[in-house]
């Protein structure tokens, strides 16, 4: 069955219907951290790059990146963008390249800096928890 081609009204709608904080992916990790009695703060202005989720003793800064908007596999997801190509491609390799930035400054600045895909919080988010808990405790250790 093929799919009915959406108006760019439709599309615009679809587009701004878009979050940028508070994603299910997001909340989702959030959870499973709060519930193992980690405390963050969520959107930091002040830390370069505004991650989803910061450590601010440990100095740890997690992001939570959607695989669209971050590129994920893009040398082969890249030609399944049919419709303003010349608009979509420079604005994710854009992200792409402004994530390697955020990563290099606050490392430079002594933060250690946490990505996960969207799919894997949706497959196993007690794993990408581990991850991120692991890195609290050592964190606060070296901090010290």
């Given at each position: 069955?093929?799919?009915?081609k ?9 587009m ?16 499973e951290?709060?519930?193992r ?22 100095k ?10 971050h590129?994920y596999?893009w040398e ?11 608009f979509?491609?420079?604005?994710i ?9 955020v990563n ?8 250690l ?5 969207g799919?894997?919080?949706k497959?196993?988010?007690s ?12 964190g ?5």
């Amino acid at each position: 069955m093929a799919r009915k081609k959406k108006t760019p009204e439709q599309i615009s709608y679809n587009m701004r219907r878009v979050r940028n904080r508070d994603s299910k992916i997001e909340v989702a990790l959030r959870l499973e951290l709060w519930h193992r009695g980690l405390r963050y703060r969520k959107n930091v202005k002040r830390v370069t790059g505004k991650p989803d989720i910061a450590f601010m003793g440990a100095k740890v800064a997690v992001f939570v990146d959607s695989e669209f908007w971050h590129g994920y596999d893009w040398e082969n997801r890249k030609s399944d963008i049919k419709s303003r190509r010349e608009f979509w491609i420079p604005k994710i390799e854009r992200n792409m390249e402004r994530d390697r930035e955020v990563n290099e400054i606050l490392t430079a600045e002594g933060w250690l800096v946490l990505r996960f895909w969207g799919k894997d919080i949706k497959t196993d988010v007690s794993s990408c928890a581990d991850i991120v808990e692991k890195a609290v405790i050592n964190g606060k250790i070296q901090s010290r």
